[in-house]
């Protein structure tokens, strides 16, 4: 009879499990910032789409597309595999992917990523807006303010103090205001691009 060492066990306790979640929206915050301000000014083909752009520009980032690999080794994405298995197979069974089981650890780790794409990329959209305004980037700003159906004053204020423009920005009127707001994002993009 063997017996069962429940030491082992116990070097497990305590273990952070990696947050696929967190961890791509992170990543997709991290490459909207790395984003040149001619690909963030591609926002305004995107309007009230920002899941969209998102997806169109930094996907291979936060999920190791085109050459499916986020990871380098095996054991890295073990790592991240680790405690969610139940995350693993809730994305087997919802994409229907069939051989997900049977893949490498970096395969298994790259089926998460590719299920939570979309999501993370709402996540992030929501974690901007929700954020203080002054606690922006000028990238992010840039975005927001390119992606918003409508002239969102509350950034345009923001991006009004940041490129020094408060006193044009405070006296526009209904024929200088478009103007004024083009300006403003004009420098917004010259300051984000140092």
Same mark, same amino acid.
């Given at each position: 009879?063997?017996?069962?060492?429940?030491?082992?066990? *116990?070097?497990?306790? $305590?273990?952070?499990?990696? *947050?696929? %979640?967190?961890?791509?929206?992170?990543?997709?915050?991290?490459?909207? !910032?790395?984003?040149?301000?001619?690909?963030?000014?591609?926002?305004?083909?995107?309007?009230?789409?920002?899941? &969209?752009? +998102? %997806?169109?520009?930094?996907?291979?980032?936060?999920? $190791?597309?085109?050459?499916?690999?986020?990871?380098?080794?095996?054991?890295?994405?073990?790592?991240?595999?680790?405690?969610?298995?139940?995350?693993?197979?809730?994305?087997?069974?919802?994409?229907?992917?069939?051989?997900?089981?049977?893949?490498?650890?970096? %395969? =298994?780790?790259? #089926?998460? &990523?590719?299920?939570?794409?979309?999501?993370?990329?709402?996540?992030? #959209? =929501?974690?901007?807006?929700?954020?203080?305004?002054?606690?922006?980037? *000028?990238?992010?700003? +840039?975005?927001?303010?390119?992606?918003?159906?409508?002239?969102?004053?509350?950034?345009? !204020?923001?991006?009004? =103090? &940041?490129? *020094?423009?408060?006193?044009?920005?405070? &006296?526009?009127?209904?024929?200088?205001?478009?103007?004024?707001?083009?300006?403003?994002? =004009?420098? +917004?993009?010259?300051?984000?691009?140092?």
């Amino acid at each position: 009879m063997n017996k069962i060492n429940y030491r082992f066990f *116990d070097q497990f306790e $305590g273990i952070e499990v990696y *947050d696929y %979640e967190a961890a791509m929206i992170e990543d997709i915050r991290n490459a909207l !910032n790395d984003l040149s301000v001619d690909l963030i000014s591609t926002a305004d083909y995107y309007p009230g789409m920002p899941e &969209r752009f +998102l %997806e169109v520009m930094v996907e291979h980032i936060a999920t $190791g597309l085109p050459d499916s690999c986020y990871w380098e080794y095996d054991r890295q994405a073990d790592c991240c595999l680790f405690g969610n298995y139940d995350l693993l197979e809730k994305t087997a069974n919802m994409a229907e992917f069939d051989d997900v089981m049977a893949g490498s650890p970096r %395969e =298994k780790d790259e #089926y998460i &990523r590719e299920y939570l794409f979309l999501y993370a990329c709402e996540q992030a #959209y =929501k974690e901007l807006t929700d954020e203080c305004y002054d606690y922006l980037t *000028d990238k992010e700003l +840039l975005f927001l303010l390119l992606i918003s159906e409508e002239w969102d004053l509350d950034y345009l !204020n923001v991006a009004a =103090k &940041r490129v *020094d423009m408060s006193n044009e920005w405070n &006296r526009a009127d209904s024929e200088n205001f478009m103007s004024v707001v083009y300006e403003i994002i =004009k420098k +917004l993009k010259e300051r984000a691009s140092v």
